[in-house]
Nanobody, 120 residues
């Protein structure tokens, strides 16, 4: 397991942008972002293969969110553009060696979560 420290959440109006950061204490094959809104299950947002930065973007956010990774800093970034009220959730960073990128059970390291709130 690795320790993950997230930052960058906050409150914005619809159409705005935020960037989340997640710094890891060690190396894993993938880092990912999940989100969980009240009363809903945890949902995969995006994942990145740390070796070469190859991204995977989940269907609900494709075209609006991008994910990247800086190997020198062991940090993953989630750039969120054109935010919508339905993007409001607690966003979690995860790291591990997943077979299924958007399955939270495939990850063994989790951050504490950072709140993103989008108002209409």
């Amino acid at each position: 397991q690795v320790r993950l420290v997230e930052s960058g959440g906050g409150s914005v109006q619809a159409g705005g942008s935020l960037r989340l950061s997640c710094a890891a204490s060690g190396d894993t094959s993938h880092m990912a972002w999940f989100r969980q809104a009240p009363g809903k299950t945890r949902e995969g947002v995006a994942a990145v293969y740390t070796a070469d930065g190859s991204p995977f973007i989940g269907d609900p956010v494709r075209g609006r969110f991008t994910i990247s990774h800086d190997n020198s800093k062991r940090t993953a970034y989630l750039q969120m553009n054109n935010l919508k009220p339905e993007d409001t959730a607690l966003y979690y960073c995860a790291a591990g060696y997943p077979s299924r990128l958007m399955d939270p059970s495939e990850y063994n390291s989790w951050g504490q979560g950072t709140q993103v709130t989008v108002s209409s």
